[in-house]
């Protein structure tokens, strides 16, 4: 059947699957994928039917993983790097930053840098720093890399096959908490663009704008939302960089107002651009500031205390009821 209903960790891993399948070039590698599965199981059972030459055990030593990925990169492969906690990923972001995202540039577009790397990311798991944060926008800010995440197992399907057909480099954000919640899945029927931006609710009042593992907060926000008759439309922005600044226009111009909500500390996140970028757009058309529900600007803390850090139902209807006063 084309249609099955997956949890978010499942359709990745039929993902990698179908890649390897496709593409002899494709190559899998990071520390634990190959017969433990990786951490969150997302590789489970690919080395054994792909052998240990297509899904590589590595040494836990991140900037050698990159490094070896960019080298078989400029050899003609397609390596899916994982890095198995967002925090794990800094001893490669020398690597990231100063070699895979500038080759493609400093070759005048003739070396391909088609390197996807895919790194779980976001709190909600009971874990602490370095296993809990969300740095997207230090690589969103970066020139010449993309960032994605996908919200739900479809998108998780079809994003990490379009990333690893890309002959750019990209940083591929999964947000962990949602690796267990399921959904349908139809493995013949693309969703559409990697960096297109998609109304996953629509509404008339007031828009939410969120990625990853929001966004399924701010779905249950519009729907608490309903029940006391406001119209919320939802819009999951999924390309961190490039950003679809057209659609979520588009909605704003219907809805007048604007929330943005990730779970990475508001101040210098991805939500500015975005804020930044409807003022300057939707000027004459807003009729509150738009407003953002994020972290805060301070390290993660201990698990017992992330419910309070992450943002949640309340302090995202909170905004919602701030920017309708206006």
Not at 16 to 35: H, S
Not at 48 to 63: H, M
Not at 211 to 220: A, D, S
């Amino acid at each position: 059947m084309a249609v099955q209903k997956l949890p978010l960790a499942k359709a990745l891993n039929e993902s990698l699957r179908k890649a390897l399948e496709t593409d002899p070039k494709v190559l899998i590698m990071g520390l634990d994928v190959g017969k433990l599965g990786g951490v969150f199981r997302i590789t489970d059972g690919l080395q054994k039917d792909f052998g240990e030459d297509r899904v590589i055990d590595t040494p836990l030593a991140e900037s050698g993983i990159v490094g070896t990925a960019i080298g078989l990169a400029l050899r003609g492969y397609r390596p899916v790097v994982e890095i198995q906690f967002d925090g794990f990923v800094f001893p490669a972001y020398d690597q990231i930053v100063s070699q895979l995202a500038k080759m493609r540039a400093r070759s005048l577009g003739t070396v391909k840098m088609p390197i996807v790397i895919r790194i779980p990311y976001g709190g909600g798991i009971g874990a602490v720093e370095h296993h809990s944060e969300s740095p997207e926008t230090l690589f969103a800010h970066v020139a010449g890399l993309k960032v994605v995440t996908p919200a739900n197992s479809n998108d998780a399907y079809w994003m990490l096959q379009q990333a690893i057909q890309s002959d750019d480099p990209v940083i591929f954000f999964e947000p962990k908490r949602r690796y267990w919640d399921k959904s349908d899945v139809d493995t013949e029927a693309i969703p559409g663009e990697l960096h297109r931006a998609r109304v996953a609710r629509e509404g008339t009042d007031l828009t939410l704008a969120a990625y990853g593992p929001m966004v399924k907060t701010c779905l249950e926000v519009a729907e608490a939302a309903a029940a006391e008759g406001k119209s919320i439309e939802v819009v999951d922005v999924r390309s961190i960089s490039p950003l679809d600044f057209d659609t979520i226009q588009a909605s704003v111009e219907k809805t007048r107002r604007l929330v943005v909500v990730h779970e990475a500390p508001v101040f210098f996140g991805s939500g500015a651009e975005i804020a930044a970028r409807i003022t300057e757009r939707c000027f004459y058309h807003l009729e509150a500031p738009v407003l953002r529900v994020g972290g805060y600007h301070a390290p993660y803390p201990p698990a017992r205390l992330e419910e309070e850090y992450l943002p949640g139902l309340d302090r995202v209807l909170d905004a919602v009821d701030r920017s309708l006063a206006y």
